[in-house]
C-alpha cells in the first residue's frame, strides 16, 4: 500500500516551476518532512536518456504520435524506478510535470486528443495518479518574458508563441474539469506563490 503522497507542478514554459520547487524544498527542509524531487521527461536513469530524444532541438521532424508514446514511455518508467519507491517509502514525491503535461502538450495542442494521451498513460495513470496538480498560472507571453525568450536548444520551447498558447488554453480547460488540478495565480512576487503554494498544500491535506 502507498504511503506517500504524490504532488505533480505542471505549467506553461517559463512559468517557474522549478523555482517554486526549490522554494518548497526548502519549506520541507524548514519542518523536516521527507521528500524527494524529480522530473519529467526524465527522473530515472532510462527516463533521462529518452528525455534527450524528446526535447533534442535536432528532431523537428519528430512525429506527433512519437513524441506522446516516448513521453509514455518515459513515464512509466520513472513511475518503477523512482516515485514508487519514493511513495512506499511514505515520503511526499514532487514532481515537475506529469500526464497533465501529456494532455496539454500533444493532447490539447498538438490535437491527438485527451482521450488517446489518456488511453497511452493508462497504465501509469492506474499505478500512480498524483494526489494534488498545482497549476502556476500565467500565460506563455508573460512566462517567455520572464525568461528572456525561448532556449533555441530544446525542442519544445522552439514550438512558437501559438502552440504554447494551445498549450496554456489546454491546461485552462483541464483544470477547470480535473477536481485535484489546483490553479496557482503568480502576479505577485516568487516568495507570495510559494506562500500560496504552502497553504494550498495545507488545505488539501498534503503536509500538515
Not at 502507498?2 to 518548497?24: D, Y
Not at 512525429?63 to 513515464?75: G, I, M, Q, V
Not at 499505478?127 to 533555441?152: S, W
Request: net charge negative.
Amino acid at each position: 500500500m502507498v504511503k506517500g503522497k504524490f504532488i505533480t507542478f505542471e505549467g506553461c514554459e517559463g512559468s517557474g516551476k522549478s523555482t517554486q520547487i526549490r522554494l518548497l524544498s526548502q519549506y520541507l527542509d524548514s519542518k523536516n518532512i521527507p521528500y524527494i524531487t524529480t522530473r519529467e521527461p526524465g527522473g530515472s536513469a532510462i527516463s533521462e536518456q529518452i528525455r534527450k530524444i524528446i526535447l533534442d532541438g535536432g528532431n523537428m521532424e519528430m512525429c506527433d504520435e512519437c513524441e506522446a508514446l516516448l513521453y509514455a514511455a518515459s513515464r512509466i518508467q520513472h513511475i518503477r524506478d523512482t516515485v514508487l519507491p519514493a511513495l512506499n517509502e511514505g515520503k511526499l514525491v514532487i514532481c515537475d510535470r506529469f500526464i497533465d503535461s501529456s494532455l496539454a502538450y500533444q493532447g490539447e495542442a498538438r490535437g491527438l486528443g485527451t482521450e488517446y494521451i489518456a488511453s497511452v498513460n493508462e497504465r501509469a495513470l492506474k499505478i500512480c495518479p498524483p494526489d494534488l496538480t498545482v497549476f502556476l498560472d500565467i500565460p506563455p507571453d508573460r512566462a517567455f518574458g520572464r525568461k528572456h525568450g525561448a532556449d533555441e536548444n530544446d525542442r519544445m520551447e522552439k514550438q512558437g508563441l501559438e502552440f504554447h498558447m494551445r498549450v496554456y488554453a489546454g491546461y485552462k480547460r483541464l483544470s477547470g474539469i480535473t477536481p485535484r488540478i489546483c490553479a496557482v495565480e503568480c502576479g505577485g512576487t516568487k516568495f507570495e506563490t510559494a506562500e500560496n503554494i504552502v497553504a494550498l498544500l495545507k488545505e488539501k491535506g498534503i503536509i500538515d
